[in-house]
């Protein structure tokens, strides 16, 4: 389903469409669910992503509605994300390898699991919306306390949650969730960001 109200601005015209249709929907329909195929298929598109050597420094939690991690993550979560993060079929608990192991193995290079891992996150959320999912990542939660909640390593970082499921009626969410749908999406010009001869002289 696509939205023409969030359909993005300047810029985006060319983009593949499984780009220029995203956005971070915040309204879920809290009775889909995702079976394990499609969970699997999401996670796949995250394993296939590529890493700083190969390393691969990512992990993910499986947190779908009615199991521990789920029960785990909505009692850590902000007071802002509490309302529409549990009604996503399934929120992926993001972490990075950011230290070798007990045992001394690691990432090569561990300076690189951020960036890894990120780019594992946007293969899934481009997968998903392949798939006419619909994904809203977000970092508002008490990370600490569910790492240490659901035995999450030292040497693991848990970063994010990947919310993803299917659109819902805004007719069942507070108006501050249906809000948040309607938030402008705006971007910063490319010549704020991006630099040709030298930093600071705007590319073009
Ligand atoms: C690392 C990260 C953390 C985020 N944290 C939150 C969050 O805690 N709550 C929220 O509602 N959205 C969160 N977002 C979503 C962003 O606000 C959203 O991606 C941004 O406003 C751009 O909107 P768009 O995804 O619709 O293009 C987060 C996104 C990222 C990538």
Do not use: C
């Amino acid at each position: 389903m696509t939205d023409l109200l969030r359909t993005p601005g300047p810029g985006a015209e060319g983009l593949t469409d499984h780009l220029r249709e995203r956005w971070s929907v915040s309204v879920f329909d809290a009775a889909r669910e995702l079976g394990d195929e499609e969970i699997a298929a999401l996670l796949h598109a995250a394993q296939w992503a590529p890493s700083a050597g190969n390393g691969q420094p990512w992990a993910f939690i499986v947190a779908e509605r009615g199991n521990a991690a789920h029960d785990v993550l909505v009692q850590h979560l902000s007071r802002g994300n509490s309302g529409w993060v549990p009604r996503a079929s399934v929120v992926f608990l993001a972490l990075a390898q950011v230290a070798p192991d007990e045992d001394g193995n690691g990432p090569k290079w561990p300076t690189y699991a951020y960036y890894d891992l990120g780019q594992a996150a946007a293969h899934l959320t481009v997968q998903a919306a392949s798939m006419g999912l619909w994904v809203h990542q977000f970092a508002g939660f008490d990370q600490e306390a569910v790492a240490r909640e659901l035995g999450v390593p030292d040497h693991f970082q848990l970063l994010t949650g990947i919310a993803v499921g299917a659109r819902g009626n805004h007719d069942e969410v507070s108006e501050d969730d249906a809000a948040r749908e309607r938030r402008d999406r705006i971007r910063k010009p490319l010549e704020q960001f991006v630099y040709g001869d030298r930093w600071g002289q705007p590319w073009r």
